[in-house]
T-cell receptor
Framework: GQQVMQIPQYQHVQEGEDFTTYCNSSTTLSNIQWYKQRPGGHPVFLIQLVKSGEVKKQKRLTFQFGEAKKNSSLHITATQTTDVGTYFC??????????FGTGTRLQVFP | DSGVTQTPKHLITATGQRVTLRCSPRSGDLSVYWYQQSLDQGLQFLIH???????AKGNILERFSAQQFPDLHSELNLSSLELGDSALYFC?????????????FGEGSWLTVV
């Protein structure tokens, strides 16, 4: 069945360092979404990418959708303690089923 | 506040019992999704309803069932509970049912089976 894997599973960084999480799907996605879940919280929508090769930025966050629309990445520049949380990518299967990736838990040390 | 309301927030019950989790979607949203998140695990898709009809089903156990009512609220019924069913159950909603919709999560219902 459809699988969406993310690497790394965990990442510990010093505040100010960069961070990247990679998302890989076993099948082509029509679009990709990214969510952030703070510790003890619920997932919150960050962004959606639709076009092949699309790149979007939100302040220190850069999101990229692969040319084949099977992979994506999220890059955070100069991490801050407020970036702590688990980052999930998600893609639709058969238009009705939003499948989430395995997630990358980010810990930022001050 | 996402606008998605889930009750109860916490629930402790014994093995073999049955519980019902309730979800009220955001005003105007017709789709409701249910996800299960076990400790340190990802979000497992359970089921998706749109305007009262089941649209997609994930790896939902036969002991679990869900429905969406005419007023669009949804219930997830978990029966013959096992220890492994202990998890955080999220409800999410969106306006439509098609690919590209942003979904908004509730705060979840913590279920502990003892």
């Amino acid at each position: 069945g459809q699988q969406v894997m993310q690497i790394p599973q965990y990442q510990h960084v010093q505040e100010g360092e960069d961070f990247t999480t990679y998302c890989n799907s076993s099948t082509t996605l029509s679009n990709i979404q990214w969510y952030k879940q703070r510790p003890g919280g619920h997932p919150v929508f960050l962004i959606q990418l639709v076009k092949s090769g699309e790149v979007k930025k939100q302040k220190r966050l850069t999101f990229q959708f692969g040319e084949a629309k099977k992979n994506s990445s999220l890059h955070i520049t100069a991490t801050q303690t407020t970036d702590v949380g688990t980052y999930f990518c998600a893609g639709y299967v058969n238009t009705d089923k939003l499948i989430f990736g395995t997630g990358t838990r980010l810990q930022v040390f001050p | 506040d996402s606008g998605v309301t889930q009750t109860p927030k916490h629930l402790i019950t014994a093995t073999g019992q049955r519980v019902t989790l309730r979800c009220s979607p955001r005003s105007g949203d017709l789709s409701v999704y249910w996800y299960q998140q076990s400790l340190d695990q990802g979000l497992q898709f359970l089921i998706h309803y749109y305007n009262g009809e089941e649209r997609a089903k994930g790896n939902i156990l036969e002991r679990f069932s869900a429905q969406q009512f005419p007023d669009l609220h949804s219930e997830l019924n978990l029966s013959s509970l096992e220890l492994g069913d202990s998890a955080l159950y999220f409800c999410a909603s969106s306006v439509g049912s098609h690919s590209g919709n942003t979904i908004y999560f509730g705060e979840g219902s913590w279920l502990t089976v003892v």
